[in-house]
Nanobody, 123 residues
């Protein structure tokens, strides 16, 4: 059983930056693919970024070039650096973990989820 705890959310002006962190415990972190999802009010939870166990990264088109996902297996952590933030990035951001070697962009591919952290971008 893997437990995930997100941190680093907050209020930022458009054009600003935030760095989200996700601390993992309870499993062999390096065995998992990790992802970040987000959910805005009234919308479905959507994929943002993922990093495989082999450190291969992939992104949703909406954040490509602005967000960077990274992992630190020694610290059992995954990060999401968010630059050039836009009001449409406002959402609750969730960290998630999955088994397997394949990339995962669908919610049902991930077995473990954190509680989420709020990111609000003002215009």
């Amino acid at each position: 059983q893997v437990q995930l705890v997100e941190s680093g959310g907050g209020l930022v002006q458009a054009g600003g930056s935030l760095r989200l962190s996700c601390a993992a415990s309870g499993g062999t972190f390096s065995n998992y693919g990790m992802g970040w999802f987000r959910q805005a009010p009234g919308k479905e939870r959507e994929f943002v970024a993922g990093v495989s166990w082999s450190d291969s990264t992939y992104y949703a088109d909406s954040v490509k070039g602005r967000f960077t996902i990274s992992r630190d297996n020694a610290e059992n952590a995954v990060y999401l650096q968010m630059n050039s933030l836009k009001p449409e990035d406002t959402a609750v951001y969730y960290c998630a973990a999955k088994w397997g070697l394949r990339r995962g962009t669908l919610r049902n591919e991930y077995s473990y989820w954190g509680q989420g952290t709020q990111v609000t971008v003002s215009s």
